[in-house]
């Protein structure tokens, strides 16, 4: 296990969301070490609208945004998905990157371990054929990524060290000619701000 240093977290966070690109996202969760290619991340600040502590806004579930980077920020949507995000930069400022997908490595017993989890069990609901063939579909949303690494509300505001099982390792960082750029999704709310160019995703 070789965590990514603090350091790395503790910058502006267009520019950890960018780097995230290609790093390895790993849980260590009943037992099972899963280890997934970070493939898209979105980026949020308190001085744009679509972020949940916009103008410095803290309630009981965006305080963690404005600690120092480098632990989680874990948050539950639509009463049934879990979403997880990094929070970055210094002290005070009010920002995080959410992990949006990811491709799990490893082995058969590992993938199948992440198709369970995602309710993918014999004699019980299939996902297509193409889907079944590509895992980089298998965790290709918030939501999916979070039942496939087995992320819960368990797991926020911890130190992204691997000290509770979560950790990202440098894996590949993925060259600016395989990264496409774009407006974040689904955050209408936002206004204008919802077209800044912030998510990023490996081509």
């Not at 493939?39 to 579930?61: I, L, N, P, S």
């Not at 369970?116 to 290709?140: I, N």
Request: positive net charge.
């Amino acid at each position: 296990m070789r965590p990514l240093p603090v350091q790395f977290y503790r910058r502006h966070v267009l520019d950890v969301a960018r780097d995230l690109l290609g790093r390895v996202l790993c849980t260590h969760v009943d037992g099972t070490l899963v280890r997934a290619r970070i493939t898209e991340t979105e980026a949020y600040h308190h001085a744009e609208r679509g972020a949940h502590c916009f103008g410095g806004k803290r309630t009981k579930r965006t305080r963690v945004m404005f600690e120092p980077g480098g632990i989680t920020y874990v948050f539950f949507v639509y009463g049934m998905h879990w979403q997880f995000n990094v929070v970055t930069g210094p002290a005070d400022d009010g920002q995080a990157v959410l992990i949006r997908g990811v491709e799990p490595l490893g082995d058969d017993d590992v993938l199948g371990v992440v198709r369970s989890r995602r309710g993918w069990t014999e004699g019980g609901r299939k996902p297509s054929r193409r889907v079944a063939a590509s895992p980089r579909l298998w965790c290709d949303g918030p939501a999916k990524l979070c039942q496939g690494l087995a992320i819960t509300g368990a797991h926020n505001g911890i130190a992204i060290d691997g000290s509770q099982g979560v950790w990202f390792e440098a894996g590949a960082p993925v060259d600016d000619a395989d990264v496409a750029v774009g407006p974040r999704v689904g955050i209408d709310y936002a206004g204008d701000d919802a077209q800044l160019p912030w998510r990023f995703r490996v081509r």
